[in-house]
């Protein structure tokens, strides 16, 4: 917290602030915890449910850790009717955890995405940010074994399309610190 509060005093203390100030501390930490809330109200001199209602109302901020390895289910209509809903389900039941949710540990985690574009790979999901699919019921369970048992994902396939940066934890070091 020492270090979103160092953060925290590089903004002025106004009201007007709080969106800058809540993503400041996911881009910190990663997510939004109550003690970072807390902060955020006592530096913008609101109470904690002026800050807990923003915090709750956008899909873009997180309350929860982000898990190592995340699986973003499409949502979108092109995955639907070609089957997105029947490998949402099977995403469920073998990992153990409902969409919105991360497993255990937070080693992973099934989130819901929206709809990016790359319709031609329905249905899909996004493997830590990378398209993966079309996606056939069994390779979504292949995938979801090789995810819930900790083996490493698959690579993504070649010409994988990286469609936002996946979200990461703070605590582990990013691509960019690799050699």
């Known amino acids: 917290m020492e270090r979103v509060a160092g953060r ?3 903004l002025p203390r106004e009201r007007a ?3 800058p100030a809540l993503h400041l501390v996911q881009e910190e930490l990663g997510w ?8 955020v109200a006592a530096h913008l001199r609101l109470t904690e449910a002026q800050v807990y209602g923003p915090a709750t109302f956008y899909t873009e901020f997180r309350l929860t850790p982000p898990p190592r390895t995340l699986i973003t289910w499409c949502s979108g209509p092109s995955c639907r009717i070609v089957g997105g809903e029947r490998i949402k389900e099977a995403l469920e039941a073998v990992l153990g955890c409902r969409l919105g949710q991360n497993g255990p540990d937070d080693r992973y985690g099934l989130w819901l995405g929206q ?3 790359t319709c031609e790979r329905a249905p899909q999901v996004w493997l830590d940010g990378r398209v993966v699919g079309p996606l056939s019921l069994t390779e979504a369970v292949r995938l979801a074994l090789r995810v ?12 994988a399309l990286e469609t936002a ?5 703070r605590d582990e070091p990013g691509p ?3 050699p």
């Open 176 to 178: 960019e610190a690799q």
């Open 165 to 169: 940066p996946a979200v990461r934890r």
């Open 32 to 39: 939004i915890p109550r003690p970072a809330m807390r902060l």
């Open 115 to 117: 709809c990016n574009g």
């Open 8 to 10: 925290l005093a590089q």
């Open 17 to 19: 602030q709080l969106l």
């Open 148 to 159: 819930r048992e900790g083996q490493a994902p698959p690579p993504p396939p070649a010409g």
